[in-house]
C-alpha cells in the first residue's frame, strides 16, 4: 500500500506544480536555514580530544591582581607564567604533562631553492605528542633533556614534509628555523582537531602548528610567544631573564592523570606548590587552580559564541514559520482535492488510508526540500566560509551525519506540517463531494 | 439483503433540527432492481448515503445482509463498502488525474488484492463494459457515457453484492443513458443487486419495484411487474 | 460601504486557514523585527568611524631568516626606501589598528595606584603616526623626531610624552585641558605628559569595550611585532602592495616579507559581525518572501474556491473594485491579527535573545515599521489574487457545469 500512496503522491505534486514547488521551496528554506546554523553549532561542539576525555586536564592558575580577577567565566587566567610552568614540569604525578606556546618564523632547507616561508610552530614539552595523542609517521619525540636545555631538534607535521622533502622519511635531515639549523626528529600525521582544543587562544578553528619545538630553546632564541601575554601589574622588564621570570602569563599547560588517586595527588600537589608560592609573596589572590577536561575547557572558552546560539534559536523560529506557511499551503492543497478523497471513501478507502495517504504526500514534499535544503545549506555554508575570510573553514562544512539530518528534519518537518491538513481530510464527510453540485 | 426499519436522520444547525428520514421502513431482496424516485429534497440522497454506508443514522435499525451496522466504526464500515457495495454517481466522480485503469484500480488498491488479481479484474470489467482498448486514456477523453461505463465497471470490480446508483443518467443524452440503463440491467441480471435513485419515471419504470420516498419516508410500496423479470 | 460582517463570517469558514495565515505573520515579525535590531546594530558596530585612514593605508611585515639581524637597522632603511616613493605619503613602524592583535596596559591619572586602572592600547610610534595612519590632532603637537627612543623588548624604557585619544583625554580630564597633565601606567611613578590629542583611533579591538582608548608612546620598538605601516596616495593603495613587496625583497631578499592592505585585515577583524549581517539580512528577506508567497497562495485558492460565489456577486451587480476590495479587507483583517499577535510574540523573543545572548532590546519603532512593512506586503500579496478575482466574468454562473 505504502508504494501506492508515494505513487499517488508524486503524481499528485506533478499535478499542481507550482503549489508544489513553492511548499517544497518553504521546507527546503527553513531546513537550509535550521541545518547551516546546526551545522555550525555541531561542527564548532566536536572534541577532537573525546576519547581521553576523563584523563585529560588542561590547568589553570589563580596568580591574578589581589584586587581582580580575570575576566573569564571562572576568573582565572587560560594560561601560566613561565616560572610556574617550570616548575610544575618537575612535578612527576601526571602521566604525561605538556607546556607549550605559539610561536613562528621563517622556514627554510639548507640545500633548497625553495624560498623561507613563514612557519606556524608550536614549542612545547616533549609530552605534547603522546597526551593529544598525535602518531608519528617518521621518527619520535625529542629527548627528554631537550625540554630544559638547547636542544636544536625539530618535528615536522605532515604538510610541511610534504613541502620540505615531498614527504620522504626526514629524519635526520636538517632545516633552518629562524636562522638557526635544526635537526628533523620526527615527523606527526596530519593532525587539524577543529575547534583546536590544545590552543584556544589563537583562533579556534585556525591551521594547527607546522612546526614542532623543544621547550628548552627560549633562552637561546629569546622566544616570545606568538600567542596572549598578559599582566596585571607593571613589571619593569630589562632583559629576557626578567621576562622569563615576571608574572606575565603566555604559556599553555595541560596534564593527563590516568587514575582517580593520580588526579587526587595532583590536586594536592597543587595545592602544596601555592601555598609554597603564597608564603613567598605569590598569589595574591584566595588560593585557586583549575583542571578542565578538554569537554569543559571547550566550553569554558565559549568555542560557540552567543552569536552562533542566537542565529542557532532565529534559524529554528524561521524553520517554524517556514512550516507554519507549509500547513497553510497543505491545507488548500488538499481541500481542493478533497472530492478525490470523497470518492475513495466511498469506494472503500477508511479514514486512515485516507490520512496515510495525504501523509506519505507531505512526506515526499519534505524528501525534495530536505535534498534542496542540502544543496542550500552548502551554498549558505560556503557563503559563510567567504565572509568568515578563512576563520571558519575547517568548520563550515557538512558531513554526511549532518546531511542525513537535513533529510531527517526535512522529512519530520513535513509530517508535522501535514499532520492537520491530513487528518482534517480524513475526516471530511464524503457524501457531500459526490453529489454533483 | 438489505432491511432498514424505523431508521431516523436528523440534522442539526444551531437553531432548527430537520428530518431527513423518519421511520423510514424498507426491505431488499437478493438480486432486486428497485428504483427510488421522489420530489427534491424529500430524502432520497440521504437514504443513498446511509445504505452506502456514507453517512450514519441517528436511529432505527439497518442490516446489511443480515448484520446490523449501527455499532460498527470508520474501518469496518469502510471495509463493508468495499467488498459489498458499489457505487455510480449521477457525476461519474471518477478521479480526473488517474487513467481508466487506475481509476478501476482504486476499490481494489484498499481491497489489498495482489497485483495480478488486480489486473485480471480490471481486465475483465473493461471487456464487461467494452471499453478495454482504452484502459490507458483520462477521464477527460472520453464521452459522458463512456465515463459513465467506467464507472460501472468500477464499481463492479470489487464484485459487489449491491449497487447503489444516484440518477446514473442525469447528465447523459437518451441514447447514452438508454446503453448505461441496459447495462445495469445486465449487471442485474448477473445477480448483483441494484437500487438507483432518479427522478426519471420512465427510467424507474424499467425497475422491477418502484418506491417514492416523500418528507423522509416510504411513501408507498408499489410493485411493478417487469415482464423481463417474469420470464427470467 | 463596508462588508465586514460577511467577510468574518466567510472568515469564519475558513478560520484555520485564516488563523494560519495569521500566526505565520506573527511569527515572521517576531522573528523579522528581532533580525533587524540586531542588524542595525551590527552595521552601526562596523562603520562607525576608525578614526584612521583605513582605505588608504598598506601594512608590511618584514621576518628575517638570519638569527643575529640588525631589525632596528632595517626599520630605518627600509622606511628611508619607503618615504622615498612617489605613492606614498607618509610610513612609520608600528603595530596597526583593528587587526585584533595589539598590546594594552592599565593606566590612571594619578602615580603609584593600581586599583580602578582605565585599560589602554599602546602602540610605540615614529614621528610620522599621525600622519601615515591619517589621523586627525585636535590639540598639541605630534612627537619630534629627537624625541623618539629606541628600545627592545628586553630594555627597560620609559617615555615622558604621550600622545592620547580624544576619548581617553575625557575620560581622564574630563572639562578640563588635557595638554601639559601627566598620565602613568598603573602602579608607576614615571609621569608621562600629554602632549598631543587624536581625534580618535578605535585601538587593536574595535568590538572591545575599551575601544577607543588608546595612547602613543615616541619609541623605535626592536620587536618583530612591529610592521610598517604606509599610507599610500589617494588611489594608489592597490599598486602599492605590489610595489613594497618588490622594494622590500629587493633591499634584502633573505626575508619573509607580508603586505596587506588595512581595510583587508579589518574586514577579518570584522567578518563574524559582517557573516552575521549578512545572514540575518538574508533571513529578514527570505523570510518576508515566504510569508507574501504563502499569502498569495492561499487567497488563489480561496478565490478559486470561491469563483462560482463571486461571479454571482457579479452578476448581482457587484463591480470589480467591490470584490477587489472584499478581498483586500478580508487579507487587512487577517493581517491585523497576526500582527498584533506578533509585537508580542516579537517582544517576548526579544527578552529572551536579551537575557541569554546579549543582543541588543528591541525599540518599538523597530517593531512598529517591521509591522507596517509586513501589512503593506501582505497587502500586495493578497492584490495579485485579488485582481484576478475582480475579473471572473459574472457569466461564471450561467455556464456553470
Redesign the interface.
Known sequence: MFGYYIALALRSLRTTPILSALMVAAIAVGVGAAMTTLTLNYMMSRNALAHKDDVLYAMQLDNWAPDRGWQSPNEMPWEINYKDAISLLHSDIPTYQVAMHRWGGPLSREDSELRPYSAEARVTSRDFFALFDVPFIYGGSWSSDADSNPVYQIVLSQQTNEKLFNGENSVGRTVNFNGAPFTVVGVTEYWQPSPKVHDLNNGNFKKSAEVFLPFGLHRSFEIYSWGNTNGWKGEVIDSYETHLGSEYVWIQYWVQLDSAQQLEDYRDYLTGFIRQQKAQGRFPRPLKFGLSRPSQWLQLNEVVEDDDYMLNWLSLAFLLVCLVNAVALLLAKFLRKASEAGVRRALGANRRAIFTQHLVESGCIGLAGGLVGIFLTTATLALMRQLQMGALDSVAAMDWLMMSAAIGLAILSSLLAGLYPAWRISRTNPSIYLKTQ | MLKMHKVRKSFRTDTIETHALRDFNLEVKEGEFIAVTGPSGSGK?TFL?IA?L??AHSGGQYLLDGDDVSGLN??Q???L???KIG?I???F???P??NLFDNID??L????FKASERRRRIDKVLQQVGLAARAKYLPSQLSGGQQQRIAIA?ALA?EPRFLLA?EPT??LDSLMARQVMELLELVNDWGTTIVMVTHDPDLARRAERNIQIVDGQVADLEYHANPAALSA | MLELRPILSALWRHKVSALLIALQLGLTLAVISNAAVIVQERIQQVTRPTGVAVADIVTAHIAPVAKDYDLLQAFRLDLAMIRALPEVVAATVSRAPLTGSGSSSGVQAEPNREVGATPAAIFMVDEHFIDALGMQLVAGRTFAAEEIGEASETTSWRSNTVIITQQLADKFFANTQALGKAIYFSGEDNPMEVVGIVARNLGPWPNSTRAGNAIFLPILMDTQKHDFIVRAAPGQRDGLVKLLEEKLAERDSERVITVKTLEEQKNRYYAGDNTLITMLSGVVGLLTFIVALGIIGLTVFWVAQRQKQIGVRRALGANRSTICRYFLLENLMIATTGISFGVAAAQIFNHFLVSAFNQPPLPPATVASCALALVLISLVAALIPSLRAANISPATVTRSL
Open positions: 440522497t448515503n452506502g456514507l453517512e470508520d474501518r464500515r469502510s471495509r463498502r468495499n467488498e457505487f454517481f449521477q457525476g466522480n471518477l478521479i488525474d488517474l482504486v476499490p488498491r484498499y481491497r489489498g468500477r470489487g444516484d442525469g447528465n
